[in-house]
């Protein structure tokens, strides 16, 4: 059920070496105090390496914020309060509202585990009967907002004449209890929530929207920030793959993870484990040109996810124009995935 993740795994091992003298001169000195951000969702490995002090391990000192949904976070970022984040697509709301950021790493493909949800007794069976929903729960500058950009597209109707309400999934239950929607697009945990309350999932991302899904959840960081500690972005990744390699050997680590940190029952985050972790992209394809995850590949890969989000945010008016090419690849940054992988070797 859990297939191996070769790339978070293999390296590991051997990048022991190289982050060793991080380790060691992390114990002479202070560690880095920072502000992480990220809202409530299945970030399996930044949880496990809270738990297990990774980040300790390698002289960092987080402090963390969590939020509802990607998008309140942009206020943190805006303000400089926040120095690294990790979310869904809020990255490409900051960069369409000149947020500078550098994306460091995927988190996860949330997409995996996103879907429409909703009510049986709606007769809403698919995205087809989407039309008939009085209310539709789709929170702005979210992956959900643009999944309903192409699900309207997809049904030939405009995006403003489907009623699209502005809440977020972890209020999804009593809207869909009171009857104020009858449909939503969730991401997980909460699609899995959702399913085990009695709800339907209809169709899953892959299912509407383009190159298999359009929802990267990434680690990112401010660029001054990651420039004044050079060895931050390094330091995460090899956190990031000690993390999912601990996991890989113990799923009941990110499992309780999920318990712990977004409140979920066990079997939920089991289902959304189960769904969810094997997709995870690994470093191998985030650095690999052909890979649909690909960081590497200019207008393809990430990139081309970052350009498809951008012009449905814009659609949706969350953004003023999509993304230009130049800004997309300005805030795609491999470099730190490459030298870990080049050190494990």
């Not at 990255?91 to 994306?103: H, R, Y």
């Not at 339907?200 to 929207?209: G, R, S």
Request: one cysteine or more; hydrophobic letters at 45%; charged letters at 20%.
């Amino acid at each position: 059920m859990f297939r191996m993740l070769k790339t978070f795994v293999a390296p590991v091992l051997a990048a022991m070496a190289l982050s060793a003298p991080l380790a060691a001169s992390a114990q002479s000195a202070a560690p880095l105090k920072f502000k992480w951000g990220l809202p409530s969702a299945d970030y399996y490995a930044v949880y496990v390496a809270r738990d297990q002090g990774l980040f300790k391990e390698a002289g960092l000192d987080p402090e963390f914020f969590s939020f509802a949904s990607g998008a309140p976070l942009l206020a943190g970022l805006k303000s400089e309060s926040l120095d690294v984040i990790t979310t869904g697509l809020a990255t490409v709301f900051a960069l369409g509202q000149n947020i500078p950021l550098k994306m460091i790493y995927w988190e996860l493909d949330h997409a995996a585990a996103e879907g429409l949800v909703v009510d049986p007794k709606s007769g809403i069976k698919s995205v087809a009967d989407l039309p008939k929903a009085k209310a539709i729960g789709a929170p702005s500058g979210t992956c959900a907002q643009v999944s309903m950009v192409f699900i309207a597209k997809k049904l030939g109707v405009k995006y403003n004449d489907l009623s699209i309400v502005n809440i977020a999934p972890p209020l999804y239950g009593n809207a869909f209890a009171s009857g104020a929607i009858q449909a939503g697009i969730a991401w997980s945990p909460y699609s899995a929530s959702l399913e085990a309350s009695g709800y339907k999932i209809a169709n899953w991302a892959p299912e509407y929207t383009p190159e298999g899904g359009v929802c990267p959840g990434m680690t990112a960081g401010r660029p001054d920030f990651l420039a004044k500690h050079p060895d931050l972005g390094l330091k995460l990744v090899q956190i990031k793959a000690r993390a999912m390699e601990m996991i890989q050997k113990n799923p009941q680590l990110g499992i309780d993870a999920l318990v712990k940190y977004v409140g979920v029952p066990k079997e939920v985050a089991k289902a959304s484990f189960e769904r969810e972790f094997s997709r995870i992209p690994t470093l191998e394809q985030q650095v690999d040109p052909k890979s649909p995850f690909s960081m590497t590949a200019p207008g393809r890969g990430l990139a081309l996810k970052f350009k498809l989000a951008s012009e449905a945010l814009a659609a949706g008016g969350s953004i003023p124009a999509p993304l230009t090419d130049k800004v997309i690849a300005d805030a795609i940054d491999p470099s730190y995935i490459l030298r870990y992988l080049k050190g494990s070797k």
